[in-house]
């Protein structure tokens, strides 16, 4: 059911792949509510993912860019306020990779150049996006922009490798621009940290369904999906959070504030006496 909660507003979208893509369904939500946007993604992934589809579905346009690139993110914003006829009231950043998890590179032995490049994309792209969007003066008073996290951030989680260190980058770049987004323009900066989500990109942690398995029982409301990270990112979008800003947002079903659920207890207790 659609409430119009963006009518009439503008945005860019980043990182929509396929489907499974929590971007891909905050685009279909953001058009069920009444917003027009661009979406955006690098060459590679455009050429392989389905998103040309996406955008038809959607009435815009793909502009391709490498969101590690200061020039190709100049170019996306100017396109995007040429297309969409003006300044934009939200962003969706929602970019992860890392090559050490995909090279199975463990974290006591990770390759630094893959290290540099998954800060690079995962969090320093962020920075980059609001540091060019701050320049051109792109987003309008009151606008909001969000990035996907994860609670890896904060606890270790076996497997999240240095993807953890580029979500504590990516929630700090909020904060800090948060701050100065907040005192100019009232614009929010915001991070959603997601319950664990068999996405494409997601299905490259170690142990996915394992993980899965355990924040499903941990969690009194279970795991969030993605259909409905979608719809908190729309409500973020939304005039109806206008002063949430600055804040590190868990959509984890209770996750994070959880120790131990009857659920998880009584699947642990039955391999209790295992030596593995």
């Given at each position: 059911?659609?409430?119009?909660?963006?009518?009439?507003?503008?945005?860019?979208?980043?990182?929509?792949?396929?489907?499974?893509?929590?971007a891909?369904?905050?685009?279909?939500?953001?058009?069920?509510?009444?917003?027009?946007?661009?979406?955006?993604?690098?060459?590679?992934?455009?050429?392989?993912?389905?998103?040309?589809?996406?955008?038809?579905?959607?009435n815009?346009?793909?502009?391709?860019?490498?969101?590690?690139?200061?020039?190709?993110?100049?170019?996306?914003?100017?396109?995007?306020?040429?297309?969409?006829?003006?300044?934009?009231?939200?962003?969706?950043?929602?970019?992860?990779?890392?090559?050490?998890?995909r090279?199975?590179?463990?974290?006591?032995?990770?390759?630094?150049?893959?290290?540099?490049?998954?800060?690079?994309?995962?969090?320093?792209?962020?920075?980059?996006?609001l540091?060019?969007?701050?320049?051109?003066?792109?987003?309008?008073?009151?606008?909001?922009?969000?990035?996907?996290?994860?609670?890896?951030?904060?606890?270790?989680?076996?497997?999240?490798?240095?993807?953890?260190?580029?979500?504590?980058?990516?929630?700090?770049?909020?904060?800090?621009?948060?701050?100065?987004?907040?005192?100019?323009?009232?614009?929010?900066?915001?991070?959603?940290s997601?319950?664990?989500?068999?996405?494409?990109?997601?299905?490259?942690?170690?142990?996915?369904?394992?993980?899965?398995?355990?924040?499903?029982?941990?969690?009194?409301?279970?795991?969030?999906?993605?259909?409905?990270?979608a719809?908190?990112?729309?409500?973020?979008?939304?005039?109806?959070?206008?002063?949430?800003?600055?804040?590190?947002?868990?959509?984890?079903?209770?996750?994070?504030?959880?120790?131990?659920?009857?659920?998880?207890?009584?699947?642990?207790?039955?391999?209790?006496?295992?030596?593995?």
């Amino acid at each position: 059911m659609a409430y119009n909660l963006l009518k009439g507003k503008k945005g860019i979208i980043f990182g929509a792949l396929d489907e499974k893509s929590i971007a891909w369904k905050v685009a279909q939500r953001a058009q069920e509510e009444g917003a027009t946007f661009t979406l955006t993604n690098t060459l590679s992934s455009i050429r392989f993912g389905g998103i040309e589809d996406l955008a038809k579905n959607c009435n815009t346009i793909v502009i391709p860019a490498d969101a590690t690139s200061i020039p190709d993110l100049e170019n996306l914003i100017d396109k995007s306020m040429e297309f969409l006829g003006g300044k934009v009231d939200f962003i969706l950043h929602s970019i992860g990779m890392s090559l050490n998890v995909r090279k199975k590179r463990v974290y006591n032995d990770l390759d630094y150049n893959y290290l540099n490049k998954t800060l690079d994309i995962s969090a320093i792209s962020f920075h980059k996006l609001l540091q060019v969007a701050h320049k051109k003066d792109a987003i309008n008073d009151w606008g909001s922009v969000l990035a996907l996290s994860y609670i890896a951030a904060q606890r270790t989680l076996f497997g999240y490798n240095d993807m953890a260190d580029a979500k504590a980058l990516l929630e700090s770049i909020a904060r800090s621009f948060g701050y100065i987004y907040g005192r100019e323009k009232k614009i929010r900066i915001n991070t959603i940290s997601q319950s664990p989500t068999p996405t494409t990109a997601g299905s490259g942690i170690k142990d996915l369904v394992g993980l899965m398995d355990f924040t499903e029982r941990m969690s009194p409301l279970g795991n969030a999906t993605a259909d409905e990270c979608a719809d908190y990112s729309i409500m973020m979008f939304s005039d109806f959070t206008r002063k949430v800003t600055m804040q590190n947002l868990f959509h984890d079903g209770g996750f994070s504030s959880m120790g131990m659920s009857q659920k998880a207890m009584h699947q642990y207790e039955k391999g209790i006496d295992c030596k593995c």
